[in-house]
């Protein structure tokens, strides 16, 4: 793509207008982002002194100031290397209405690591597939992505570091390494270019701004920014996704398929396993301890192990978590309850919330109900259209595939009961002082589906058991069994993971 | 206080009972908790080699793992280091009706920092002061606080550390260091002593738990905390401040006094200040440059820099934030728009949202609207009972005081405008179609109590006009002299500042 940019110089004089009328049309499109609700994300790369710091700061100058934030991306910090690559991406997407400016991003980010031997050539791929996805998923959310790479040429990167260098108040930024990056131009065009390419979709096209000259960049990017942000207020309006235009044709994306296990109906499943209160003392006792030895190689090889909960009302997710939390290290775990989602989490993608309460590798995640509302409660109460609920399943797939990639262990439990037990645990929660606190209208509610989240389950269950994130249905008519059963998962394939790595 | 201790021992099979029995209680207290929305800090602290870790596991293992989290405190990593050091306690706060467990806190932060030379005695005796603060505004807003400090002997505390080295699985954990701690018993027993008298208030008493014998230790523990916890129930529910048993005399804390400069009155105010166009435009340019400029020395000398900006309604506070922003480097700076606190921001102490927002050192935070509408809009709109957001002229200072103490500059402006000039502003956004969205019946509603909202802001200048962080006010009827009062304030104050560091 970059061979075919064509350099060339506006006069100041000549641009002044315009500027300016774009720069007061952008005041205009920022409330209309606003009012729209529509989440912005614009990205700045491109060659070192390409300008890109004071091309956002021109972009910004006229916006207010609290509907935009600017982040620097740099090499990642101690915090976030103990995170999936993504995962500082993820936590800083913007609100609805709001825009996120980066300087730098996820695409000079995989460049690099790659070319500085950070990462090799096949991660270097599923970098690139990650940041394809993640800009899809955002997509499909309804998020404008405008994705700017600054082009300067070998001659004009020569010149400006020289004239950097040779300036007394600017040569402190000017390294060894940008002189010897100088004579690497070639070889770190084909790098950008190759991955411009890979990464250039129908979703999401990359615009490519000739820098040579400061005003003919700064034109560019503001013509860019506003038609892309009247295009996105006009779908919006129109309720549908926004095409941006393409500058350079684009890659034919497909997401991955997903190979999945073979899984059973609920109504399959045999629910008349139990334990005898001596077995169940026995086996607690054995793989409490089991776990906590466990949990300790976990820590120490830094594998992440995420617990995902979910269940009928009154199946005995509680319980059930308790008696695994309290094998591990309190301080190498943590129980996130999830429930109906903030204001600022309803503003984002629905898995923002969940990429931000990831723990520490080494550390245990463990889930009270999870992301897979999005293809229960969700569509079923109406929160969500079923049409972009459906989406969740390939979104979700494609979630735990990163989190497997970071390294984590996946265990997903469905606590299943049958219905007459759960009339005996709600009828009993009622008769029991302290424990009515735990049962409202809206179980009784819920109840009345049944069959409708019973299909939602079944199909939740074949379409995301995948082979590195398997669903385990846990049979929970005797809690007993069902504590064992969830421990003894976790238990066996943890001796596994950790007996390989 | 610790030479009163005497060391104990309980036989496991005389305490089994009690303990079964205060466990099973502390499930059910834990539930009264969350019923009455108490939120609840334990701190465990102690010698090397206490039991920790094994009491706290202890303590919550029959409890809820979802209405509690467990944070170790360790030596401060990078991030850390770069915000206030009492930062990362206030952003751990948990919510209503949840338990946060430190294993170690403030307290063996202050002894550990002091005795390994990363501060001196000053800032050792400063940092008493900021923990008593932290624990008094805590329980002042209905936390209760258990601070648990586990005591051992040197006799014990040698024959644990030999055990743990003789042992092939634990000899890891004991490095030369803790040997060589051993000899300095004495002297660590006395900065401990002296910390934990120092720090032994009647708001937040220090319990002080025989620990030789660890089931004698367990029960004490359990003890105190039951205790704590039901008397924190009693007093909720009476409406009053919890006490909690003395084991020793408290110290006499008395809050600081702070000095205050003298300040005007809005009605005193001469509202008929502006500049012409061409002032305007020459001194804008002037003070951005000069800005931007002072933003990189306070970048490079690691200075924070605060900007709090309240206001009437259509003062013009968001096009001034827009010219002091747009001077600014944008990677070096946030704005923090405050609206109303979002469920998981209610359910803290109102401070949490201002301390969690906080930009690393060396950057600019600032924040439109702030932590000042404790005492304007939540008493007057009565989300606040009178008496309860009085407080906060301490509490605000107190925090301002800390940030000072970290190293910030902190600039506060009341962006003012008189009752004719809103009118104005209010027609004239109503009469604009581009503008109408920033006009609501609220505002008008707002109108009408401006008596109110003026003598309470006369009162809130007057009584938080400290030396480190006193008030501007800024005529606003005239928005270019508001924007250069602003701009030309920071930079004669961040001019001196700089000079001086």
Redesign the interface.
Known sequence: MLEMIKQHKTKKSEAADELTAMQTELI?LA?AVK?AKIPVIITIDGWASAGK?SQ??KL???????FY????IRIP???EKRKPWMHRYWTKLPGKGEFL?L?GSWFADTVKSYRYGAIDKDEYKRRIDDVNTFERQLRDDGYLIIKLFLHITQDEQKRRVKALAADEITKWRVSQHDFDNLKRYDKIFKKYDKTLTMTNTEFAPWHIVPANDRVTAQLDIMRTVTNAVKLACDAKEKGILCKLPEQFPTIKYKPEKFKLVKTKKLADIDMNKQLTDEEYRRLLKKYQSRLFELQNICYQKKIPVIVAYEGWDAGGK?GN??RL??SL???GY??K?IAAP???EAARHYLWRFWTRLENDGHFT?F?RTWYGRVMVEPIEGFTPKERADMAYLEINEFEKQLTRWGAVIFKFWINIDKDEQYRRFKERENTP?KQ?KITDEDWRNREKWDEYEKAVDRMIKLTSTEFAPWTVVEGNDKKYARIKALKTVCDRLEEVTAER
């Open positions: 205009d409330n009012a710091g956002i700061a910004i100058k006229y916006m207010d100031p609290r934030k600017v982040k620097p910090n101690e915090q400016i300087d509680g978590i308790k939390a309290s290290d309190p301080r943590e129980v309850p903030e204001p600022s463990i009270d302290s606190w």
